[in-house]
């Protein structure tokens, strides 16, 4: 489809499955570019896209924001240095099996 196609208000709602209402409060805030004809908006499908896009990109940037800035604090609070020393070697085989817990 091309992005020059032309949309209505309802096709648009359709295809988030939200209200003509909620697709008419993103063209009165500006995050939807939309034109008008007569009464009723016509939307680039190419105007959705960039829509969509810009979202995704903000949401990007937030969640970046939020856990670089709790990362340290999210970090467990003591770590093996190295992989081998999350496990104990038992047996006559020297079978590798999880540490148990003390």
């Known amino acids: 489809m091309p992005d020059d196609d032309i949309l209505t208000v309802a096709q648009v709602a359709a295809q988030f499955s ?9 063209i009165d805030s500006g995050k939807l570019k939309a034109g ?3 009464k009723a908006y016509r939307i680039l ?13 903000q949401r990007r940037s937030v969640e970046h924001e939020l856990w670089g800035e709790r990362a340290g604090e999210l ?8 992989p081998a020393e999350m496990w104990a070697s038992t047996g006559a085989a020297g079978a590798l099996v999880p540490r148990r817990s003390r």
Request: glycine fraction near 6%; proline fraction near 9%.
């Open 18 to 26: 939200v209200t003509p209402q909620t697709v008419r409060s993103w």
């Open 36 to 38: 008008r004809v007569g």
């Open 45 to 57: 499908r190419g105007d959705v896209y960039a829509m969509v896009e810009t979202a995704a990109t």
């Open 75 to 82: 970090a467990p609070a003591s770590t093996p240095s190295e």
